[in-house]
T-cell receptor
Framework: SQTIHQWPATLVQPVGSPLSLECTVE??????LYWYRQAAGRGLQLLFY??????ISSEVPQNLSASRPQDRQFILSSKKLLLSDSGFYLC?????????FGPGTRLTVT | GQNIDQPTEMTATEGAIVQINCTYQ??????LFWYQQHAGEAPTFLSY????GLEEKGRFSSFLSRSKGYSYLLLKELQMKDSASYLC???????????FGTGTLLAVQP
């Protein structure tokens, strides 16, 4: 079975600072990978998804970007954080019909 | 457009049965998912329905009617630990992307 790792678990960053969140997956090959954000008290918003190395699709235009340098590595980045970027960031993997989430990174932008 | 509707909050009593409804309107359909999310944690997979009917898994059951764009999650013998948000999500079919509802916050009372 797959294992999804995300780090860091929590992060406090000032407005205007850069961001890099990492997600790595074990136990599968060539998975579909997803980045979601959940703002406080809100639903899950799909930010990016990837069907293979170097293939990134963006769902919502914003100051975030994603990259997939390796098959089982998915990175979420920003050059300058905004207050509105605060939230719970979740990496997910799709395995046949089931979709599993990683433990998440809680980001607070101050 | 794509739309998933669920009640915002529900309250039920320990030991009772509760049904959480979900209606959806999506351009495509490749399955409906239910997730459980405890406060501060990542969502965990509960069930997947792609054909009409009832799928039972222990105390949890999920029902789907594709013609009506309707699903429900049935929780039996409620326990205090079932207090959580329950997320309904639809696979729109194109690229295995899940569209999430905003979730139903279930409070189980003694």
């Amino acid at each position: 079975s797959q294992t999804i790792h995300q780090w860091p678990a929590t992060l406090v960053q000032p407005v205007g600072s850069p961001l890099s969140l990492e997600c790595t997956v074990e136990g599968t090959s060539n998975p579909n990978l997803y980045w979601y954000r959940q703002a406080a008290g809100r639903g899950l918003q799909l930010l990016f998804y990837s069907v293979g190395i170097g293939q990134i699709s963006s769902e919502v235009p914003q100051n975030l970007s994603a990259s997939r340098p390796q098959d089982r590595q998915f990175i979420l980045s920003s050059k300058k954080l905004l207050l509105s970027d605060s939230g719970f960031y979740l990496c997910a993997i799709r395995d046949s019909y089931e979709q599993y989430f990683g433990p998440g990174t809680r980001l607070t932008v101050t | 457009g794509q739309n998933i509707d669920q009640p915002t909050e529900m309250t039920a009593t320990e030991g009772a049965i509760v049904q959480i409804n979900c209606t959806y309107q999506t351009s495509g359909f490749n399955g409906l998912f239910w997730y459980q999310q405890h406060a501060g944690e990542a969502p965990t997979f509960l069930s997947y329905n792609v054909l009409d009917g009832l799928e039972e898994k222990g105390r949890f059951s999920s029902f789907l009617s594709r013609s009506k764009g309707y699903s429900y999650l049935l929780l039996k013998e409620l326990q205090m630990k079932d207090s959580a948000s329950y997320l309904c999500a639809v696979d729109g079919g194109a690229t295995n992307k899940l569209i999430f509802g905003t979730g139903t916050l279930l409070a189980v009372q003694p």
